[in-house]
């Protein structure tokens, strides 16, 4: 087994794990067994897509939602020719039922662009933003390589957990690794690994500003905060 992400749930009593080379989701329980803490399986593992990479719980803790990006040996260079990606969301149960089961279950799931590796979730739980690599990282020479990276906007019920597509959002990125709502839920902050442009140099942090109405949307803002090249993760500090 290999697992790639780890997260806590909003209560701070669970985890979730992300195996990628079985196509499954773990959770497991934290609890205090003396003066150390106990952890142990909660419930059955759920199969999910193929090569589940990263997941985030919904601020209320009702739902988990994982990314797929369809990797594996059976694909060209592993990844190279990946076709496009979905996200699932997994309803997560956190009490027994009568009979003593813990039924976690999938409820929807949604397609984004190529290899979606990371994914954020705003605030009131209603946008989803993937960050999605494309083939960008390929030589300029070889004829697969994509111009660009994309961001995939969704929206989720947070009732429901019922997944929805918006659209893909193409820019000149290589490699963006991870996204992050800002608190108001009206800005996405996405780290780009490296630019096709030249004279950008290193990578940078990019900004979009999330428009709802009349239907939800990305426009991407000329500001960006320049940074080392090579990005790869951020979190939001409250």
């Known amino acids: 087994e290999r697992g790639s992400h780890a997260e806590w749930h909003p209560s701070g009593n669970y985890l979730a794990v992300t195996l990628v080379n079985s196509y499954r989701v773990i959770f497991l329980r934290v609890s205090n067994q003396g003066n150390s803490p106990l952890i ?4 059955e593992p759920v199969i999910v897509s193929k090569y589940p990479f ?18 594996g040996s059976d694909v060209e260079g592993t990844w190279t020719e990946a076709p496009r990606g979905d996200v699932m969301s997994i309803r997560m149960a956190t009490e027994t039922t009568s009979d003593g089961n813990i039924n976690h279950r999938i409820v929807s799931k949604a ?7 990371g994914i954020a979730i705003s605030p009131d739980g209603r946008y989803i933003v993937t960050t999605n690599l494309e083939r960008s990282y390929l030589p300029k ?40 709502f800002d608190a108001s839920g009206n ?4 780290v780009n690994y490296d630019h096709f442009d030249d004279n950008i ?24 905060v320049r940074v080392t090249r090579g990005p790869h993760s951020m979190v939001l500090v409250p």
């Open 201 to 224: 140099p290193g990578g940078t942090v990019d900004f979009w500003r999330l428009v709802k109405q009349p239907e939800p949307k990305l426009i991407k803002l000329n500001y960006s």
């Open 141 to 180: 020479k070889d004829s697969r390589i994509t111009m660009y990276s994309s961001l995939t906007l969704l929206e989720i019920d947070p009732k429901t957990g019922q997944l929805e597509t918006f659209g893909d959002y193409n820019f000149d990125g290589i490699l963006p690794e991870a996204a992050t």
């Open 54 to 71: 990263m997941g985030r719980f919904t601020p209320d803790g009702r739902h988990f939602l994982v990314v797929n990006l369809y990797w």
């Open 40 to 43: 142990e399986p909660w419930g």
């Open 111 to 117: 397609e984004t662009s190529i290899s979606p590796e």
């Open 187 to 190: 800005f996405v902050a996405v």
